[in-house]
């Protein structure tokens, strides 16, 4: 067998193999993806992973988390919607951490970079004002919607009356929508404060505008097993405006809201149900959804009575599926990823016919929660025309309601 060596030359030859090993990680690190990138964001992102059969995870950013932007607190983000033209996003807060705080929307640049989820960007921040010139407050405005219409006008569903109002770009006062007296919350109507109009979207070719209860009406309850017999109400292009047209019954999951709805065409939407339980946390899932077929029940009374069947609707992805991909959590929840999703939007379209998601956190302002964006590439059950309203499904459309 070879001599053993000297403790000086075991010396020598441990310099020397350290060396070595240091020049080798060096040019590891050099050669690595992103080693010459930009800092790190506040939360790792992962890319591509599968969240299900029909939806893969692009990656998650709490960049936007417990900021402040001009003079304002970023929070309460409840509603997000695309501006196509612009490239930008409109991010609606709900209430502002005390009751005097300016109702507002935010301008947000959400970029994709390789088909994952980049850094958000503040761009600017609009106050929403009365014909008048004073803001609106978080006393007189609880902000859970926004649509965007051809016009370039903003639609904000608040929960606290609720309303639909219509906004200009910068944040004045334009007009309301009627809401049907039986959504007004107790005693003026049926409604639960705090459950009612949470959701807002209009269809590819804005004939259509969808929002939803978060919870029942009084007169509709919850089934048995503690599933919210919910209404979807669409209200119909009315040259300006638009004007309640017909509601449907849809029926959540056991002890989950309606928080978001994103038409995809007139009679096909995507729903997204949010839950939440003490020490177990929340449960976010988006189901697709047909009304083909399905009973206008403005005039029933109560979505209990006998013989009354909801909307078809199929599960497209539960987010607890997803990789936590290193997000983390100061609560409760069965993948560190959740958090209380409210808002839903498209982002920019795929290969593949795929279809980009957003979704975003509402963060209440709590030092428990976070503010976070969250990106899925998912595969619907319908070609991208279709989606977009093409004429033959619009045809259907028609013939469905005629029906």
């Given at each position: 067998?070879?001599?053993?060596?000297?403790?000086?030359?075991?010396?020598?030859?441990?310099?020397?193999?350290?060396?070595?090993?240091?020049?080798?990680a060096?040019?590891?690190?050099?050669?690595?993806?992103?080693?010459?990138a930009?800092?790190?964001?506040?939360?790792?992102?992962?890319?591509?992973?599968?969240?299900?059969?029909?939806?893969?995870?692009l990656?998650f950013?709490?960049?936007?988390?417990?900021?402040?932007?001009?003079?304002?607190?970023?929070?309460?983000?409840?509603?997000?919607?695309?501006?196509?033209?612009?490239?930008?996003?409109?991010?609606?807060?709900?209430t502002?951490?005390?009751?005097?705080?300016?109702?507002?929307?935010?301008?947000?640049?959400i970029?994709?970079e390789?088909?994952?989820?980049?850094?958000?960007?503040i761009?600017?921040?609009?106050?929403?004002?009365?014909?008048?010139?004073?803001?609106?407050?978080?006393?007189?405005l609880?902000g859970?919607?926004?649509a965007?219409?051809?016009?370039r006008?903003?639609?904000?569903?608040?929960?606290t009356?609720?309303?639909?109002?219509?906004?200009?770009?910068?944040?004045?006062?334009?007009?309301e929508l009627?809401?049907?007296?039986?959504?007004?919350?107790?005693?003026?109507?049926?409604?639960?404060?705090?459950?009612?109009?949470?959701?807002?979207?209009?269809?590819?070719e804005?004939?259509?505008?969808?929002?939803?209860?978060?919870?029942?009406?009084?007169?509709?309850?919850?089934?048995?097993?503690?599933?919210?017999?919910?209404?979807?109400?669409?209200?119909?292009?009315?040259?300006?405006?638009?004007?309640?047209?017909?509601?449907?019954?849809?029926?959540?999951?056991?002890?989950?809201?309606?928080?978001e709805?994103?038409?995809?065409?007139?009679?096909?939407?995507?729903?997204?149900?949010?839950?939440?339980?003490?020490?177990?946390?929340?449960?976010?899932?988006?189901?697709?959804?047909?009304?083909?077929g399905?009973?206008?029940?403005?005039?029933?009374?109560?979505?209990?009575?006998?013989?009354?069947r909801?909307?078809?609707?199929?599960l497209?992805?539960?987010?607890?599926?997803?990789?936590?991909?290193?997000?983390?959590?100061?609560?409760?929840?069965?993948?560190p990823?959740?958090?209380?999703f409210?808002?839903?939007?498209?982002?920019?379209?795929?290969?593949?016919?795929?279809r980009?998601?957003?979704?975003?956190?509402?963060?209440?302002?709590?030092?428990?929660?976070?503010?976070?964006?969250?990106?899925?590439?998912?595969?619907?059950?319908?070609?991208?025309?279709?989606?977009?309203?093409?004429?033959?499904?619009?045809d259907?459309?028609?013939r469905?309601r005629?029906?």
């Amino acid at each position: 067998m070879p001599a053993l060596a000297t403790a000086p030359a075991r010396a020598r030859m441990a310099s020397t193999l350290f060396a070595v090993l240091a020049a080798a990680a060096a040019i590891l690190a050099l050669l690595a993806p992103g080693a010459a990138a930009k800092p790190a964001q506040k939360a790792p992102t992962a890319a591509n992973a599968s969240c299900g059969p029909r939806a893969e995870f692009l990656g998650f950013s709490d960049a936007l988390n417990k900021r402040t932007f001009e003079g304002t607190t970023v929070g309460g983000l409840s509603a997000l919607v695309r501006d196509p033209d612009r490239g930008v996003y409109y991010s609606l807060v709900d209430t502002g951490p005390t009751p005097a705080d300016p109702a507002r929307f935010y301008t947000l640049r959400i970029p994709f970079e390789g088909g994952r989820l980049g850094t958000p960007e503040i761009l600017d921040v609009t106050v929403l004002r009365r014909a008048g010139g004073a803001p609106f407050t978080a006393s007189d405005l609880d902000g859970e919607g926004i649509a965007l219409t051809p016009d370039r006008e903003l639609l904000v569903a608040s929960e606290t009356e609720p309303s639909i109002r219509r906004f200009s770009l910068d944040g004045k006062l334009l007009g309301e929508l009627p809401v049907p007296q039986r959504f007004r919350v107790a005693p003026a109507g049926e409604a639960r404060a705090n459950q009612t109009f949470e959701s807002l979207s209009l269809t590819p070719e804005a004939e259509s505008l969808f929002t939803a209860v978060e919870g029942p009406l009084a007169s509709d309850g919850m089934t048995s097993d503690g599933r919210a017999r919910i209404r979807i109400l669409r209200y119909e292009e009315n040259g300006a405006t638009f004007s309640p047209a017909e509601q449907f019954f849809y029926l959540a999951e056991s002890g989950q809201g309606v928080v978001e709805i994103l038409a995809l065409s007139e009679r096909r939407l995507l729903v997204l149900e949010r839950g939440f339980v003490s020490g177990q946390g929340n449960t976010v899932r988006i189901f697709e959804v047909k009304l083909s077929g399905a009973r206008d029940v403005s005039g029933v009374q109560s979505l209990a009575e006998p013989g009354l069947r909801p909307v078809n609707k199929k599960l497209l992805v539960d987010l607890a599926d997803c990789p936590p991909s290193g997000a983390t959590t100061t609560g409760t929840q069965r993948n560190p990823l959740l958090d209380n999703f409210e808002s839903l939007a498209f982002g920019p379209d795929l290969s593949g016919g795929r279809r980009t998601l957003i979704l975003q956190s509402d963060d209440n302002f709590s030092p428990g929660q976070v503010t976070r964006v969250l990106a899925l590439g998912v595969r619907l059950g319908l070609a991208r025309g279709q989606e977009d309203g093409g004429r033959r499904e619009r045809d259907d459309d028609r013939r469905d309601r005629d029906d």
